[in-house]
């Protein structure tokens, strides 16, 4: 549910998976997101164009969420395009990325990871159905911190409001509307798909205004070649707003 936390490491529980295959969780995926307007449809199904709806305040809004999630191709790396500032990650991180795992009771392993002063930094959690009978792509994500001692479990919100047919690019928010993220395959997304998945988050009541996109190199580091921040000083700073 991504991790721009870093992007998750979550455990997902009793989620109702639609193919019999397993993840591809080992590598990402190498598919172009050059895809046009007409390539962008929603599995709901409703393009993302058609989704417009007569304005109404965030608090009296309906939030749109994808259903039928295919979990396990959701698996595997996204890298984060842009995301809503937070405290749970760096304020100068880049190359950020989630990594999503399918484990074997069902549970999602998520590794969320970032870069910043030169060194990783990363965050673990686990994500699960919030309503298991339910068909749609709402998660609870569980973490603990700080992450130099985590001890203090910490359960967020994850909502899938968007993703294309092929499983390369998706819209991430929560109920509160405080956080976003645009997550794509490769650390690049073609700028038309951006601009369209920044009206549907607008079209969703988020203001878009506070997007901040992410650094990404081409090629991605391997986190193993640096440096892992082991003492913390980037979470402790971010809740100063540093």
Not at 146 to 163: A, E, Q, S
Not at 178 to 184: E, Q
Request: proline content about 8%; some cysteine.
């Amino acid at each position: 549910m991504h991790v721009r936390p870093l992007v998750l490491h979550v455990s997902v529980k009793n989620f109702h998976f639609n193919a019999p295959n397993i993840f591809s969780l080992l590598l990402p995926y190498q598919v172009s997101t050059t895809s046009r307007l007409q390539t962008i449809r929603n599995p709901q199904p409703k393009s993302l164009l058609q989704s417009k709806q007569e304005p109404k305040t965030m608090s009296q809004k309906t939030m749109e969420v994808v259903k039928n999630l295919d979990i396990n191709r959701y698996m595997g790396r996204w890298y984060e395009i842009a995301s809503f500032p937070s405290s749970f990650q760096p304020r100068n991180g880049v190359n950020t990325r989630a990594t999503y795992t399918l484990n074997e009771d069902g549970t999602v392993h998520v590794l969320n990871e970032t870069f910043t002063d030169g060194k990783r930094v990363s965050i673990e959690g686990t994500a699960y159905k919030a309503d298991p009978k339910s068909d749609e792509a709402k998660l609870k994500v569980k973490f603990y911190v700080p992450p130099f001692l985590p001890i203090i479990p910490v359960v967020g919100n994850y909502r899938v409001l968007y993703i294309d047919d092929d499983y390369q690019y998706a819209l991430i928010g929560e109920p509160s509307r405080k956080y976003l993220w645009i997550l794509c395959r490769q650390t690049h997304i073609d700028d038309e798909i951006y601009n369209q998945l920044v009206q549907k988050a607008k079209d969703e009541g988020y203001g878009v205004s506070k997007l901040h996109k992410t650094p990404q190199s081409d090629p991605p580091p391997e986190g193993e070649d640096t440096p892992k921040d082991t003492k913390g000083i980037w979470w402790i700073k971010s809740i100063f707003g540093k």
